[in-house]
T-cell receptor, first 114, second 116 residues
Framework: NAGVMQNPRHLVRRRGQEARLRCSPMKGHSHVYWYRQLPEEGLKFMVYLQKENIIDESGMPKERFSAEFPKEGPSILRIQQVVRGDSAAYFC????????????FGQGTRLTVV | AQTVTQSQPEMSVQEAETVTLSCTYDTSESDYYLFWYKQPPSRQMILVIRQEAYKQQNATENRFSVNFQKAAKSFSLKISDSQLGDAAMYFC?????????????FGQGTRLTINP
């Protein structure tokens, strides 16, 4: 059973470009969470999605950031018009249900904005 | 708002010795979970140990154990017989039980170095 798969592992974008980060949850998991880790800091919650629904986006910046988890395919975190401050590691986690089961993390995508 | 504080940015220990990493948290909730995650250089977040707040018994996983003091809102991690493979960033995290999301609140992390 493959774990949470994130791609790409590393992504370099120039300022002003768009970044698309993909997350395929573990098989059977329909709950996905995105976290951001700035250098030398802990992970910060961004958004929680179920299939086709955004449940909690309280940690998402108000502009340029969006997330989706379509009925088919991976969850996508999209950052438009990237700036240097967006450089970070972005982690995805998935869980079987919303309450009592463990969330499993992917290996993250390191975004570098040049 | 819930917060998690790790007051030790860095710790080091001799191989085979014991080390304790500190964590405090702030919450008004009564039911919650606490976790310790390990993040090696590969960046993979690995769950080390978890503790349900309603359980008085401290959780243990092989060489890893916690000292959970609910009244003091303290949750320290003890690593016994330290091994070179234990070197990593360690993050303490909190989650409200029963909340409609697995939203974890993380501390700032402690970098653990193992000296051979």
């Amino acid at each position: 059973n493959a774990g949470v798969m994130q791609n790409p592992r590393h992504l370099v974008r120039r300022r002003g470009q768009e970044a698309r980060l993909r997350c395929s949850p573990m098989k059977g998991h329909s709950h996905v969470y995105w976290y951001r880790q700035l250098p030398e800091e802990g992970l910060k919650f961004m958004v929680y999605l179920q299939k086709e629904n955004i449940i909690d986006e309280s940690g998402m910046p108000k502009e340029r950031f969006s997330a989706e988890f379509p009925k088919e395919g991976p969850s996508i975190l999209r950052i438009q018009q990237v700036v240097r401050g967006d450089s970070a590691a972005y982690f995805c986690a998935s869980s079987l249900d919303r309450v009592n089961t463990e969330a499993f993390f992917g290996q993250g995508t390191r975004l570098t904005v040049v | 708002a819930q917060t998690v504080t790790q007051s030790q940015p860095e710790m080091s220990v001799q191989e085979a010795e014991t080390v304790t990493l500190s964590c405090t948290y702030d919450t008004s909730e009564s039911d919650y979970y606490l976790f310790w995650y390990k993040q090696p250089p590969s960046r993979q977040m690995i769950l080390v140990i978890r503790q349900e707040a309603y359980k008085q018994q401290n959780a243990t996983e092989n060489r890893f154990s916690v000292n959970f003091q609910k009244a003091a809102k303290s949750f320290s991690l003890k690593i016994s017989d330290s091994q070179l493979g234990d070197a990593a960033m360690y993050f303490c995290a909190y989650r409200v039980q029963g909340q409609g999301a697995q939203k974890l609140v993380f501390g700032q992390g402690t970098r653990l170095t193992i000296n051979p």
